[in-house]
T-cell receptor
Framework: EPEVTQTPSHQVTQMGQEVILRCVPI?????FYWYRQILGQKVEFLVS????????KSEIFDDQFSVERPDGSNFTLKIRSTKLEDSAMYFC??????????????FGQGTRLTVV | AQSVTQLGSHVSVSEGALVLLRCNYS??????LFWYVQYPNQGLQLLLK??????LVKGINGFEAEFKKSETSFHLTKPSAHMSDAAEYFC?????????FGKGNQVVVIP
């Protein structure tokens, strides 16, 4: 069964460093998302991406964050200068194909980012 | 704005007993509603979804949910809890390009 894969599963980084979280969405999907879950809190939307551009972003997604689809398979989230409060589980999701967006987003296993 | 409310962060249920997790939504348009499950150290897995078809939705692992417009609810139930149901459960509503999640219910199954 096709699935969304994320690497690494766990990343520890020092405050102020740049991190790139990687995702491989399901191959025929066209809509991509990043969410995050700070420990003990709800899952929060960060950004949606379609047709090589951001279609929507939340107030969390400030200038420190960027997303990119560098090739036909990867979808990345970059945090330029990490802060302690960026520590969270980051989930990638994908959905939809050429017929439309669909009704179900498929989530990856998540990357646990720890900023020290 | 569309949002969901889940009350009671921790829910304890005896093995074999009914599982009932409550979700109420607010939406200005007919909503798409979802229940996701997160097992320890794993990602979010879709249990079931409501997309304006049948109001009683059956999902995986014996779970089902009923959409009640008059009560703005989408409660999740399972007749008989199993030890493997121990997990965190999230209700979510679709809002344009994003899902808005509730705070989640951590389900503990007591043998």
């Amino acid at each position: 069964e096709p699935e969304v894969t994320q690497t690494p599963s766990h990343q520890v980084t020092q405050m102020g460093q740049e991190v790139i979280l990687r995702c491989v969405p399901i191959s025929n999907h066209l809509y991509f998302y990043w969410y995050r879950q700070i420990l003990g809190q709800k899952v929060e939307f960060l950004v949606s991406f379609y047709n090589n551009e951001i279609s929507e972003k939340s107030e969390i997604f400030d200038d420190q964050f960027s997303v990119e689809r560098p090739d036909g398979s990867n979808f990345t989230l970059k945090i330029r200068s990490t802060k302690l409060e960026d520590s969270a589980m980051y989930f990638c999701a994908s959905e939809g194909d050429s017929r439309g967006k669909g009704t179900e987003a498929f989530f990856g296993q998540g990357t646990r980012l720890t900023v020290v | 704005a569309q949002s969901v409310t889940q009350l009671g962060s921790h829910v304890s249920v005896s093995e074999g007993a009914l599982v009932l997790l409550r979700c109420n939504y607010s939406s200005s348009v007919p909503p798409y509603l979802f229940w996701y499950v997160q097992y320890p150290n794993q990602g979010l897995q879709l249990l079931l979804k409501y997309t304006s078809a049948a109001t009683l939705v059956k999902g995986i692992n014996g779970f089902e949910a009923e959409f009640k417009k008059s009560e703005t609810s989408f409660h999740l139930t399972k007749p008989s809890a199993h030890m493997s149901d121990a997990a965190e459960y999230f209700c979510a509503v679709r809002r344009n390009n994003r899902l808005a999640f509730g705070k989640g219910n951590q389900v503990v199954v007591i043998p």
